[in-house]
């Protein structure tokens, strides 16, 4: 979902992904700081011999990776990693995230 949508591939969807900026994400270990079109300092994280920068910022300040965006949990405690996204559906009194499928099936 978060791939489609950060290119352009769904119609009527926002990327949930902003850049980050080098002193964002103060959880995460091993940051190797490298420059964003030559206008800001952000950060990659090398594993498994890559460098990766696939994170996303909470409104918390804690990050998360892309992976746990839009996916039905909340992983950033604050709910930021679900907000906008247009994959599911919050419940109103449980709060639970469900698929937009099971909105109506009255299974909650």
């Given at each position: 979902?978060?791939?489609?949508s950060?290119?352009g591939r769904c119609?009527?969807?926002?990327?949930?992904?902003q850049?980050?900026k080098?002193d964002?994400?103060?959880?995460i270990?091993?940051k190797?700081?490298?420059k964003?079109?030559n206008?800001y300092?952000?950060?990659?994280?090398?594993?498994?011999?890559?460098?990766?920068?696939?994170f996303?910022?909470c409104?918390?300040?804690m990050?998360v990776?892309?992976?746990?965006?839009?996916?039905?949990v909340d992983?950033?405690g604050?709910?930021s990693?679900?907000?906008?996204c247009?994959?599911h559906?919050?419940?109103?009194?449980?709060?639970f995230?469900?698929?937009?499928?099971?909105?109506?099936?009255?299974k909650?």
């Amino acid at each position: 979902y978060v791939f489609l949508s950060c290119t352009g591939r769904c119609f009527n969807m926002s990327c949930a992904l902003q850049p980050l900026k080098h002193d964002s994400c103060p959880g995460i270990q091993n940051k190797i700081f490298t420059k964003v079109k030559n206008s800001y300092l952000t950060f990659v994280v090398k594993q498994g011999g890559k460098f990766h920068n696939n994170f996303f910022k909470c409104d918390n300040e804690m990050c998360v990776s892309f992976d746990q965006l839009c996916n039905l949990v909340d992983d950033c405690g604050d709910g930021s990693d679900e907000n906008g996204c247009r994959n599911h559906f919050q419940c109103k009194t449980s709060k639970f995230y469900i698929p937009l499928i099971q909105k109506c099936d009255g299974k909650v």
